[in-house]
């Protein structure tokens, strides 16, 4: 099956500095989601982007599917940041979108 | 996006016992999803779950360890059944959005003793 790779498995920042998490991928995909699990265990969206370049606020996510990675960028973190973040996509021979297979995540700590 | 709601948000049970998960949705969906984060580890899909037709499991996921039930589009349950210490984990539900892109419960934070 597909293989998703996130980097670097973890990683500390002191509050206000900017980071750049990776996510590599095996084979082509339909969906990519980009999501931040908060220290409470609840799972929140943060980029639907199997292609492209997305903006919200101080996060922003790239995707370059014919090189088959992903970036998601955070600027001026917060502690709030702190969590894991994850990558999930769905396989293009899958057919459908909506089963993902998740990367083992990026634990961030963010400092004040 | 749908608004997904999970009963319970969190137990502690004992081993040999049974807990079904409720998962309420908003709206109507065709396929809800079941995945499983063991401590520390990232999320893996238990079984895809279609309304009136039995769930698709996933390799390493059995039927009778995960009974799944969908009476309609906007409910499902999962039964964690003879449940051991390695079942403790947090059970999430997942539904596709129209653009396919998937949200999540709040999930369910599961003990065994």
């Known amino acids: ?17 900017n980071s750049t998490l990776r996510c590599n991928f095996s084979d082509s995909v339909n969906n990519l989601q980009w999501f931040h699990q908060n220290p409470w265990g609840q799972l929140i969206n943060l980029f639907y982007i199997p292609s492209g370049t997305k903006q919200n606020g101080r996060l922003s996510a790239t995707t ?49 | 996006s749908a608004v997904i ?24 969906v065709t396929m809800m999803f079941w995945y499983r984060q063991q401590p520390g580890q990232s999320l893996t899909l238990i079984a895809t779950a279609n309304q009136g037709s039995e769930a698709t499991y996933e390799s390493g996921f059995v039927i009778d360890k ?19 210490p390695e079942d403790s984990s ?21 003990t065994v003793l």
């Not at chain 1, 990675?69 to 709030?80: A, E, F, G, H, V």
């Not at chain 2, 059970?91 to 949200?103: K, M, P």
């Open chain 1, 1 to 17: 099956g597909i293989q998703v790779e996130q980097s670097p498995p973890d990683l500390i920042l002191q509050e206000g500095a």
């Open chain 2, 90 to 110: 947090i059970y999430l539900c997942s539904v596709g959005g129209f653009s396919g892109e998937l949200f999540f419960g709040e999930g369910s934070r599961l």
């Open chain 2, 5 to 28: 709601s999970q009963k319970p948000s969190r137990d502690i049970c004992q081993r040999g016992t049974s807990l079904t998960i409720q998962c309420q949705v908003d709206s109507q």
């Open chain 1, 64 to 112: 370059v599917a014919t090189e088959r990675y992903s970036l998601l960028y955070i600027s001026s973190s917060q502690t709030t940041d702190s969590g894991v973040y994850f990558c999930a996509v769905s396989p293009l021979t899958q057919g459908g979108s909506e089963k993902l297979v998740f990367g083992k995540g990026t634990k961030l700590t963010v400092n004040p």
């Open chain 2, 66 to 84: 995960f009974p799944i039930s969908r009476p309609n589009l906007t409910f499902s349950t999962l039964t964690v059944s003879n449940m051991s």
